[in-house]
Nanobody, 119 residues
Framework: VQLQASGGGLAQAGGSLRLSCAIS????????VGWFRQAPGNEREFVAS???????HYADSVKGRFTISRDNAENTVHLQMNSLKPEDTAIYYC??????????????WGQGTLVTVSS
């Protein structure tokens, strides 16, 4: 199983970034997939998830700013991050093989991509 994340980088506060993650098909369908993040000194935390019916779930800290979507034809999940804040700075991990959008123990993890938001 492979999860290949891309799209991280540097953004200013108030700016936007889009993360993408290509996932092996057997870890993608019919599972939920999502994003988690880990800031320096903090534990990994849930960010957003989406299932094969396009039902979504978000952490309160990103609601209204981040949008998760999945492309079932390309086995890809995206995270559009708008109105970024310095506290969004973290390594972002895509996750797959989630039984539901509320699953916090995904079976598969990507390698992580760094997002840095400057004030």
């Amino acid at each position: 199983v492979q999860l290949q994340a891309s799209g991280g980088g540097l953004a200013q506060a108030g700016g936007s970034l889009r993360l993408s993650c290509a996932i092996s098909e057997r870890a993608f369908r019919p599972y939920a997939v999502g994003w988690f993040r880990q800031a320096p000194g903090n534990e990994r935390e849930f960010v957003a998830s989406v299932n094969w019916r396009d039902q979504t779930h978000y952490a309160d800290s990103v609601k209204g700013r981040f949008t998760i979507s999945r492309d079932n034809a390309e086995n890809t999940v995206h995270l559009q991050m708008n109105s970024l804040k310095p506290e969004d700075t973290a390594i972002y991990y895509c996750a797959a093989g989630m039984t539901t959008i509320y699953d916090r123990t995904p079976r598969y993890w990507g390698q992580g991509t760094l997002v840095t938001v400057s004030s």
